[in-house]
């Protein structure tokens, strides 16, 4: 009885909530976009569901020249607009108690002095034992600015047992060549096993519930290969432009944004092998045998899509082009829109195409992975009879109505044998009573708790670079411009054509 009871309180027992132990976290950045609206709301709400150590203590680090109340304000207005599970003034207090603010540039030492003091400050008065973890969320030219004065200034040395670690958001380089410079850069400061990458798409409760389905089920395993898949799509489309973000996705563009990071994240949980276990090793190596298994088709006219959204009305409302946008030079060639087919050369997917496809002014916000399965190989009636019948699917709606539909041939009612497809439906909304927790929520908890498998490593974003810089050289060395599509369309012609060339369609999420 004794050592049941001491087992369920063990550690490493998935069902129990991990709690971060006392530490503070430092936002570099927090007066931007997503420190406001996404970062400093995970927080509260994190500390509002019981994860946080009383001690816990965030830091921000910024050019402003506030007061500690200043900062106050700016946090607390923070979390009043954008928390997810209610404002709780009693939570509120007892963060408010561990904020911090640093004034100061991004290179000047003094500013980093100054930011050692505030930690040991928060070590001796609050308790947080040298436990210090640096979110950087700014421009990635920062990065090798911001890292190497934390190392002058010593705050990347670990004491004891005590961690430091650094939390960076993409983009991870450019190209792997710049990819590989940034690490060599981090290196300099932290241990790989210290770097924590944001994915924030594998934060996503859907996409963590890829694995459960998957792997804690008899039904799906046995049909996820050749054999019965015809094809897969990932598509992560959005209805919105690129809004104020002019300065980040000019030159960047939705292949290098979304597709080398996101999406090939969302190839290898789909293709990947049952890992041996959770950890992170063992994911990271399944994950890794997939992203080593894509290849490229050899004609990549036909096989690659990329587009930029024009003018139109979109919703009711006439939006501008990306051209037309405030910080786009107006013969941008950046991509707002990207398709590519890949396969995965392994037994379990030979032959199996993967579409991928992403982008902005899209018909609508979806995040799926739709599994289009083989038709029946014979059915004992009519062929006529299967007028309306499609291929069986199954969708994993990663967001915005997440849960999964089956899709499959049914009776019509009557005399005949006529089939038609209807739906099967898990609505997560339906099924559980409570709500998904914020992406950032879960990353931000699991970089404090130090648990990483939810975070790419180098190796990952390498073979992830390997796998979008032929495409990339490819599209620059034909110097043809993206096509241009219409708002709330899905897409460029040319996105149709890789699909319509195989005799398949895209799916209309
Ligand atoms: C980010 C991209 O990673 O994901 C953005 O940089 C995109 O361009 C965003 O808008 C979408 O995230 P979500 O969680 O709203 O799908």
Known sequence: MHSALVNLHDADDRRLP?????????????????????????IYDLANRGLLNPAFSLVGFARRDWNGQDFEDFIRTSVEKHNRTGFNERTWRQLATGLRFVSGTFDDPAAYQRLAETLHELDTTRGTGGNHAFYLSIPPSWFPAVSQHLADTGLNQRHGTAFRRIIIEKPFG??????????????????????????????KETVQNLLAMRFANTMFEPLWNSNYVDHIQITMSEDIGIGTR????????????????????????????EPLDLSPTSMRVEKEKVLRAVRLPDNLDTSTARGQYAAGWQGGAHVRSFLEEDGIAPDSTTETFAAVQLFVDTRRWANVPFYLRAGKRLGKRVTEIAVIFKGAPHVPFDN??????????????????????????????????????VSMDFSYGHAFTEDSPEAYERLILDAMVGNAPLFPNQTEVELSWRILDPILRHWEASGIAPQSYRPGSWGPAAAHQILARDGRSWRIP
Not at 19 to 42: E, M, N, Q, Y
Not at 179 to 194: M, Y
Not at 246 to 273: K, P
Not at 396 to 415: H, N, Y
């Open 18 to 42: 991990r709690i971060a132990p006392a530490c503070s976290l430092v936002i570099f950045g927090i007066t931007g976009d997503l420190a406001r609206k996404k970062l400093v709301p995970a």
């Open 174 to 203: 450019s190209d792997l060549a710049s990819a590989q410079e940034l690490s060599r850069v981090l290196g300099h400061a932290f241990d790989e096993e210290n770097i924590f990458r944001i994915d924030h798409y594998l934060g």
């Open 246 to 273: 002019a300065g980040y996705y000019d030159g960047i563009g939705a292949a290098r944004d979304i597709i080398q990071n996101h999406l090939l994240q969302l190839l290898a949980l789909t293709a990947m092998e």
């Open 384 to 421: 006529s009879d299967l007028g309306e019948t499609g291929q069986n699917s199954l969708v994993i709606r990663v967001q915005p109505d997440e849960g999964m539909t089956l899709r499959f041939g049914s009776k019509v009612p009557g005399a005949g044998m006529q089939v038609r497809d």
